[in-house]
């Protein structure tokens, strides 16, 4: 497929506008879901564009981006109607994943003169550094919201996950910045690090999906896709906001991390274009929303003069797979559900397809970058 800018903005169109109008969630689900289709990542509050937690979160992220590349931030009635809207029904528990929303929030401060919203965002990166429990070497511990109650959590006791970095640490970083507080962007710049010292696998050059300090494990062991797409497209949004300020051996290191990683992902790229969702397992389902965000990370990387041009080919493969996933009503297709953690390949290969949020966020991110 021969992808020019006017397919992509087609495209573009088609998927924020779907984006914008997925609805609600059914919770009555919630009440007839079993103990596998919970598992296989058929949960309520993950669907649509409306409930406060990361689906939608990472969604809203998408739009933020979009607005700022057409330069007039036409979204913002939108997100402004979206956050008014939760608080009103009144925000679920705080963990790593319902602190994805504040991503886009603290993003659009300055133009939403609501001090409210300031407010909300100093005291969730203030909750970030003494009230999320830690694991030992004081790790984010991936706290999760509670199935069938938004006021509970899961704690998920001293594990590490890789959704962390781009939910929670990509916040708190850009708050360290905006407010100047090198201690936030300090304890980002950490837990960068020790996501990559317990999730980086050094022969396959891919990361792990989580690590059990309890077990003292990886889980299953399992490459899976998306989950390494949050750091592809992550550093490389994390690097982006220090504009060359970050001290060069720590920048030095998270480069060549995602130099690695990058390049063990070209080799492991489908004929269709799409990366499988189980990396290492080609028979696997091609997932479109890691695929996106990779592509992401590649195009950026190319932009920022990290990669060279032997990337662009796979770049180019992943694009056009995205955009042969758009429905002709904009719904991005082949986007794994929410995926838990998992102990082995058949939890991610038995993920359900679903319209999601970030499906359409991610999409809207790697065709934005796309465009020449």
Not at 63 to 88: T, V
Not at 165 to 175: E, R
Not at 318 to 342: F, H, P, R
């Amino acid at each position: 497929m021969q992808v020019t800018n006017e397919m992509l903005m087609q495209k573009i169109d088609l998927v924020v506008n779907k984006l914008m109008n997925l609805g609600g969630a059914d919770y009555s689900k919630d009440k007839l879901a079993s103990t596998e289709s919970t598992k296989a990542g058929d949960i309520a509050r993950d669907f649509g564009i409306q409930e406060w937690d990361w689906p939608q979160g990472v969604g809203l992220y998408g739009l933020q981006k979009l607005g700022a590349y057409l330069g007039d931030n036409r979204y913002d009635q939108f997100l402004d109607e979206w956050y008014q809207s939760n608080i009103k029904i009144g925000l679920p528990s705080k963990n790593v994943n319902t602190t994805a929303p504040f991503l886009t929030l603290c993003n659009i401060l300055d133009r939403m003169d609501n001090p409210e919203y300031e407010q909300m965002c100093l005291d969730r990166a203030e909750w970030l550094m003494s009230g999320l429990p830690k694991t030992r070497e004081n790790g984010f511990q991936h706290v999760t919201s509670a199935i069938g109650d938004r006021n509970g959590v899961i704690l998920n006791e001293g594990q590490l996950w890789a959704d962390t970095l781009f939910m929670t640490v990509l916040f708190l970083n850009k708050m360290g910045h905006k407010y100047h507080r090198q201690d936030w962007i300090d304890e980002a710049v950490h837990q960068f690090l020790v996501h990559i010292k317990y999730l980086y696998d050094k022969q396959s050059r891919l990361f792990y999906h989580g690590w059990s300090f309890e077990r003292n494990d990886n889980f299953g062991g399992i490459f899976w896709c998306r989950g390494n797409s949050w750091f592809t497209f992550g550093v490389i949004d994390f690097l982006e906001s220090f504009d060359g300020d970050l001290d060069r051996g720590t920048e030095k290191f998270l480069v060549d991390t995602f130099k690695a990683q990058v390049t063990a992902l070209k080799e492991l790229q489908l004929q269709n274009g799409l990366w499988p969702t189980v990396l290492t397992d080609p028979e696997s389902y091609g997932e479109v929303s890691g695929t996106a965000a990779i592509a992401t990370g590649i195009l950026k990387g190319i932009k920022m003069g990290i990669l060279d041009e032997s990337f662009q080919e796979c770049a180019d493969r992943a694009i056009a797979a995205v955009c042969e996933n758009v429905a002709e009503d904009g719904t991005v297709l082949n986007v794994s559900a929410g995926t838990g953690m998992g102990m082995d390949a058949d939890h991610y290969r038995n993920i359900i397809l679903a319209p999601m949020a970030y499906g359409q966020s991610l999409s809207l991110v790697a065709l934005c970058t796309a465009l020449k």
